[in-house]
T-cell receptor, first 117, second 116 residues
Framework: DTGVSQDPRHKITKRGQNVTFRCDPI?????LYWYRQTLGQGPEFLTY????????KSRLLSDRFSAERPKGSFSTLEIQRTEQGDSAMYLC???????????????FGDGTRLSIL | AQKITQTQPGMFVQEKEAVTLDCTYD???????LFWYKQPSSGEMIFLIY??????QNATEGRYSLNFQKARKSANLVISASQLGDSAMYFC?????????????FGSGTRLSIRP
């Protein structure tokens, strides 16, 4: 079990540029989540996938944000026309879904820290 | 209204002492799960312990235990015999609902500092 992997670890870009982050979940996990965390706060939910289906999106996910999980394995989160307010840590997590047990813990990656200049 | 409330922004504790981190939650759903995560300065979120709303006993995992008081909607984390490596941010979190629910709501965290 190699854990949840995120790439890149850090991204610095100019305002207005597009950025894309990748997340590789734990291999047997069918659920994948994206969160955003700003300094001094807890993570805030953005969206989640069960297999390749995107089942829930937060109102925090504006039109400039898009997430995909085309084959039900890795996922990408793209931010278009970045703004300074997008500067944050973007965390990916995965979990398994076993029968009716809905309370499996989510296992997090190390995150991608985005800095907008 | 806040779903998860952590009233202690920061705590200092002497090494080897026990420490309790407070967490209260708000939900009208009878089915929910409560989680505690640790986030060291390196940034990764480490799952510590889980308590289900229907669990009869308080959860324990090594030096971590969860003091679950359902009527008070309280889920405090107790760390016994604290160690220097316990210094980190600690987040209480909740997931509401049954099998179709997956979003986790986090509190604002408590920064724990262990003094040698």
């Amino acid at each position: 079990d190699t854990g949840v992997s995120q790439d890149p670890r850090h991204k610095i870009t100019k305002r207005g540029q597009n950025v894309t982050f990748r997340c590789d979940p734990i291999s047997e996990h069918n659920r994948l989540y994206w969160y955003r965390q700003t300094l001094g706060q807890g993570p805030e939910f953005l969206t989640y996938f069960q297999n390749e289906a995107q089942l829930e999106k937060s109102r925090l996910l504006s039109d400039r944000f898009s997430a995909e999980r085309p084959k039900g394995s890795f996922s990408t989160l793209e931010i278009q026309r970045t703004e300074q307010g997008d500067s944050a840590m973007y965390l990916c997590a995965s979990s398994s879904q076993r029968g009716l047990d809905s309370n499996q813990p989510q296992h997090f990656g190390d995150g991608t820290r985005l800095s907008i200049l | 209204a806040q779903k998860i409330t952590q009233t202690q922004p920061g705590m200092f504790v002497q090494e080897k002492e026990a420490v309790t981190l407070d967490c209260t939650y708000d939900t009208s759903d009878p089915s929910y799960g409560l989680f505690w995560y640790k986030q060291p300065s390196s940034g990764e979120m480490i799952f510590l312990i889980y308590q289900g709303s229907y669990d009869q006993q308080n959860a324990t995992e090594g030096r971590y235990s969860l003091n679950f008081q359902k009527a008070r909607k309280s889920a405090n984390l107790v760390i016994s015999a604290s160690q220097l490596g316990d210094s980190a941010m600690y987040f209480c979190a909740m997931r509401e609902g049954g099998s179709s629910a997956s979003k986790i709501i986090f509190g604002s965290g408590t920064r724990l500092s262990i003094r040698p």
